[in-house]
């Protein structure tokens, strides 16, 4: 079975300043990890994800993430914020040999960009 | 290209009612899943279809939820009776070929319908 923790279910931050999204993953198998987000009133879009090629993976909109096993993580950040990153990101990981491709979501992080 | 369609949009009912909430994917994903999203949570899989057959319903509580997609293109989920905890956002998504392990996990979803049980 697979999970995943987001650490955190808000973060405030100053435009123009570091947004680092905490996600922890738990696999019994190697495996895929998403970051989705959700502006206000809509659904979710994939932002990145990760499937066993390199471990540093880029995203629309700046966003990056790192895969690292040793820690089990997958934390999500973007090097200067702007206004428009005011939404919910979820992280989510699935097992890519099992059928299907359920997704398994995080609780959700719920970012507020400050002027 | 038209995303994910969902309708109605809102909904509120008293409890012990019944609602349908209705999902038009993506032209030619052949995967589609409803999942319940309740407020402050991460989206939880009730139920998954590739094509008109269900390929997972193991947290879709079957004594009150139905769903069908029985020309393997739209789908309808029915809560009845409805129950408080019901209240959440029912998101639709859809896939292109959930045996694709280059797409895996790459899921296009529509708005959501909220629904508000009272």
């Known amino acids: 079975a697979q999970s995943v923790t987001q650490l955190g279910s808000h973060v405030s931050v100053s435009e123009g300043a570091l947004v680092l999204l905490r996600c922890n993953y738990s696999s019994s198998v190697p495996p895929y990890l998403f970051w989705y987000v959700q502006y206000p009133n809509q659904g979710l879009q994939l932002l990145l994800k990760?499937?066993?090629?390199?471990?540093l993976v880029k995203g629309i909109n700046g966003f990056e993430a790192e895969f690292k096993k040793s820690e089990t993580s997958f934390h999500l950040t973007k090097p200067s914020a702007h206004m428009s990153d005011a939404a919910e990101y979820f992280c989510?990981?699935?097992?890519?040999?099992?059928?299907?491709?359920?997704?398994?979501f995080g609780g959700g992080t719920r970012v507020l960009v400050k002027p | 290209e038209a995303g994910v369609a969902q309708s109605p949009r809102y909904k509120i009912i008293e409890k012990r009612q019944s609602v349908a909430f209705w999902c038009n994917p993506i032209?030619?994903?052949?995967?589609l899943y409803w999942y319940q999203q309740i407020l402050g949570q991460g989206p939880k899989l009730l139920i998954q279809?590739?094509?008109?057959?269900?390929?997972?319903d193991s947290q879709l509580p079957k004594d009150r939820f139905s769903a069908e997609r029985l020309k393997g293109v739209d789908s309808t989920l029915k809560i009845q009776p409805a129950k408080l905890e019901d209240s959440a956002v029912y998101l639709c998504a859809s896939s292109l070929d959930r045996s694709r392990t280059d797409i895996r996990g790459e899921l296009f979803f529509g708005e959501g319908s909220r629904l508000t049980v009272l």
């Open positions: 989510a990981v699935s097992a890519p040999k099992a059928a299907g491709n359920k997704l398994t």
């Open positions: 032209s030619g994903h052949a995967t």
């Open positions: 990760y499937t066993s090629a390199a471990t």
């Open positions: 279809f590739q094509n008109n057959g269900v390929v997972d």
